[in-house]
């Protein structure tokens, strides 16, 4: 049984988007456009499909393939911005039973540097209209353990509400036991709270346990509360909070 809200959206929804959308490539401004619609492809989160008049005109080429997807049939094209090109990055809707997607396109997310809501960067993938996060501070203990042995206990976290993940329980660096913390290269981004600074492994008796703990010295706005503060990965970890162990979640996402 989940313990917490999910925000499932039945796959080809369509909705305007009110936000101004740019996208960057090679330094170039690929598309700016305040008529992007939100599609959602699978059920968590929407892709941003725009209409072609928005897009900078002399940067697709087409790839003379027609592909069939479940939005309907589309060209691919590739990219151009001065010596930059990236293969497949866009669709052309040219055929579809869905309203207003006839003659917009989708790039890939991926394939371009850097995208932009109203001025704000987004990374990973366009935020979910219907996703919530807040960090709220609290007095709840807290205590986080692996194979028995406690790596943080706090009675002040803040804890991250996400639609669509598990509570996650950011805690002091001075309440944290560092001596099995092992930092990592990893670095990981989210639409949502921004990239992460810091990543570490735990070391338990010489066992590796691989990118559990992560930090943000920058995040969004909207989760100032949790800067530089730790978070433990819920799904391999052990967590009680006020005494209670929590069941550990399966979920689709990483942090």
């Known amino acids: ?42 059920p968590f989160y929407p892709q941003y499909y725009v209409p072609m ?3 900078r005109p002399g940067l697709l080429e087409s790839e003379r393939s027609i592909e069939s997807t479940p939005q309907g049939l589309v060209e691919m094209h590739n990219v ?28 890939e997310w991926s394939a371009i ?23 709220l501070r609290s007095t709840r203990t807290v205590r986080v353990s692996l194979a028995g042995v406690v790596l943080a206990e706090s009675s002040s976290p803040v804890m991250v509400f996400e639609t669509g993940l598990p509570t996650r329980y950011y805690i002091n660096r001075t309440e944290v036991d560092f001596t099995h913390l092992v930092p990592s290269d990893t670095v990981t981004e989210c639409p949502y709270k921004g990239t992460t600074s810091n990543y570490w492994s735990i070391d338990i008796d010489g066992e590796l346990h691989r990118d559990l703990v992560w930090s943000y010295d920058f995040p969004t706005r909207q989760l100032l509360p949790v800067t530089g503060m730790l978070a433990f990965y819920n799904e391999k970890i052990d967590i009680f909070v006020d005494g209670r162990e929590l069941d550990r979640p399966h979920t689709h996402f990483f942090e």
């Open 1 to 42: 049984m989940n313990t917490y809200p999910l925000a499932n959206v039945p796959v080809n929804h369509v909705e305007p988007s009110p936000r101004r959308l740019r996208a960057v490539l090679a330094g170039e401004t690929v598309l700016d456009t305040t008529q992007a619609l939100y599609v959602w492809e699978w």
């Open 80 to 107: 151009r911005a001065g010596t930059v090109i990236r293969p497949h990055a866009a669709r052309v809707v040219r055929e579809t039973t869905l309203t207003g997607l006839e003659g917009t396109v989708r790039l």
């Open 53 to 55: 008049a928005d897009v």
């Open 113 to 135: 540097d850097a995208w932009f809501e109203e001025d704000e960067r987004v990374f990973v993938h366009p935020r979910n209209p219907y996703v919530r996060v807040d960090a």
